[in-house]
């Protein structure tokens, strides 16, 4: 290649090879690839005023934003595409939202500040979000990089204290990546080994295959050291696979002079041609910008070409994830209101089959409700059977006292059946609170329930869930109050103190009271008599209270919900009925938009 050649030569001979695979990145950049996985790029990592921005500069052909302290506030991807039918022209964008066309190489510096204040507030804070500046020209090369903030130690006026330490982790956040090739600029004039940006690198790349040095300010060195760059450049200090480069940009002087651009390259290339120490450089391809646009310009594709095998795999990888989420969305309501109509049937259907399921166990929705009702069934009769001792004592404390509390006007030896009939019945009532308390119980587990399944079913639609949950609430209560009812009348009944005579003598004889003398009358008996007969209340009440809660509170209810919902047919506004939850929607969005960007990326793949 003639270094007499202008940038449009250069570009010629690179194009054919380069620029399918830097279109390829750009391309999977624009569709949002890169929020996937990472993509191979070039990061610009450099000490505060090691040259980072003139280098830039040179490779992109426009001026950009320079100064003292911190420059580069945000990250900056420069895309570079050559093209010859285009004299120049500029696209930044940043933010998600804000894109900006513009034709004059002058506005560039005026639209990066203004993108940095958007992002990073005006002043000399950071921000990690990236700025897109897209150039396209006849004069630049084929490359796509990102200028990151310069390394910094100490934080002056208007700085975080911590600005070292925020700058480190931004730049650490690109560099870190594989697919990252880390360009490092140095400056000629400084010890190599004691820059922050190396070591920096060193960290992340520690065997060098993906860190490429740029030696920067060549005629600002001492005499005699010259010996001493040409050591690092030939990779005999600090050995880094991808070797040096050195450039000579425009310096303060020759910008304060309003040197071109195009101009300095012409100078830079004077400047090699005539060193004494440096003219070999040219020969050996490791000095000059037109040089380093070429190693770069390959450096890019060879790590792309590397990294399409594994980007592929991981683009399948997560698209199969992503189809994986997305099935387990539904598709959403049809658009066509019969069709929108037979899609409602079909969700309430499928609710009310649910319900219907779980109300009679062949469903387990949490927890498996139908053993969950045992348990407290179970606690009901432990209820009972612990109340026995009690109401013996009672029993027992009464005979034995009746003489002296209870007796009225019958003679010695006799007794009032209505003192043992009160102490029966104030004993049993004592247990309707029990029961109440296990409806309570039951009624909050069998809603919770029935609330879940809603969650479940109509998760998608907020309406649906909302109805279906009010009135799981209003029908619980009602049948919460008809079983409250049924269980008053119940203890009511049992005030009458009755039961069939030949089953309260079965009762006697299984559990062994009173087994001879049947028609001897003896006050001594009666303990016997009614703890026969508390068997017999704790039997029916045993499975009558539980037996009206499954009813009522379950089974009734299920089938009273199921009504409900089926009478949202007959409403006219089926549009209101199915509209989506909004984050739902925005989510199925959001994985099919994924699903689409990585489809796109994936035949782009291919077709290379």
Request: with cysteine; net charge negative; hydrophobic share 35%.
């Amino acid at each position: 290649m003639s270094y007499d050649d202008g940038p449009s030569m250069f570009q010629d001979q690179l194009a054919e090879k380069v620029r399918p695979f830097i279109d390829l990145i750009d391309y999977m950049r624009s569709i949002g690839i890169d929020k996937e996985l990472p993509l191979p790029t070039i990061a610009v990592v450099g000490d505060q005023s090691s040259g980072k921005s003139s280098v830039l500069e040179t490779l992109s052909g426009v001026a950009l934003p320079r100064g003292t302290g911190i420059v580069t506030r945000c990250p900056l991807l420069l895309q570079l595409c050559n093209d010859r039918t285009v004299k120049w022209e500029a696209v930044i964008s940043y933010g998600g939202k804000f894109r900006n066309e513009f034709d004059d190489p002058s506005e560039v510096v005026r639209h990066v500040e203004q993108a940095q204040n958007s992002l990073a507030g005006k002043g000399v804070g950071i921000c990690e979000d990236l700025i897109t500046l897209k150039i396209t020209s006849s004069t630049v090369c084929d490359l796509s990089l990102i200028d990151l903030p310069g390394i910094t130690r100490v934080a002056v006026k208007g700085q975080p204290d911590d600005i070292g330490a925020q700058i480190n982790h931004l730049i650490r956040k690109f560099i870190k990546e594989k697919r990252t090739i880390i360009l490092v600029v140095v400056p000629c004039n400084v010890d190599i080994a004691t820059t922050e940006a190396l070591k920096m690198a060193q960290e992340m790349d520690p065997e060098g295959t993906r860190t490429l040095a740029i030696l920067t300010k060549p005629d600002l060195i001492d005499p005699g050291a010259e010996k001493n760059v040409l050591e690092i450049v030939h990779n005999k200090v600090i050995f880094l696979n991808m070797g040096y480069v050195i450039v000579k940009c425009r310096g303060q002087k020759q910008i304060d002079e309003n040197v071109s651009i195009t101009r300095a390259i012409e100078e830079e290339l004077e400047f090699f041609q005539n060193h004494e120490h440096f003219r070999s450089l040219l020969r050996e391809e490791k000095a000059s910008t037109k040089c380093l646009a070429n190693k770069l310009s390959n450096a890019l594709v060879n790590h792309i070409k590397k990294s399409l095998p594994q980007m592929s795999e991981k683009i399948k990888e997560q698209m199969g994830e992503v189809k994986h989420l997305l099935s387990k969305l539904e598709g959403g309501p049809p658009l066509e209101p019969a069709e929108k109509r037979k899609y409602l049937i079909q969700v309430i259907t499928d609710f009310n089959e649910q319900i219907t399921q779980l109300s009679k166990g062949d469903i387990i929705v949490e927890e498996n409700l139908f053993v969950l009702m045992r348990k407290e069934f179970a606690e009901w009769m432990k209820c009972l059977q612990n109340d026995k001792s009690n109401y013996h004592k009672v029993v027992q404390q009464v005979v034995d006292e009746y003489d002296q509390k209870h007796r009225g006007s019958e003679l010695p030896g006799f007794s009032n059946y209505r003192v043992f009939q009160h102490v029966v019945q104030k004993l049993v009532a004592e247990l309707k609170n029990p029961a109440m308390t296990t409806l309570q119980t039951i009624r909050d587990m069998v809603q919770k329930q029935f609330d879940h399944l809603s969650k479940e079913c109509f998760k998608n639609y907020p309406y649906l869930h909302q109805v279906s949950k009010r009135n799981i609430e209003t029908i619980q209560e009602q049948q919460s109050n008809i079983v409250k009812e049924r269980i008053v009348e119940q203890f009511e009944m049992e005030m009458q103190v009755y039961t069939q005579d030949e089953i309260f003598n079965k009762i006697i004889l299984e559990e062994g009271e009173i087994a001879e003398d049947k028609d001897k009358d003896t006050r001594s008996k009666y303990p016997g008599l009614l703890k026969a007969y508390y068997e017999i209340v704790v039997q029916r009440l045993a499975d009558q209270v539980p037996m009206l809660i499954r009813y009522f509170i379950l089974k009734q209810s299920a089938k009273i919900v199921c009504s409900e919902m089926l009478d949202l047919l007959h409403r006219d506004d089926t549009d209101n009925i199915l509209q989506e939850d909004s984050e739902i929607e925005q989510y199925r969005a959001k994985l099919q938009a994924q699903v689409d960007r990585l489809i796109l990326a994936n035949d782009k793949i291919s077709s290379l």
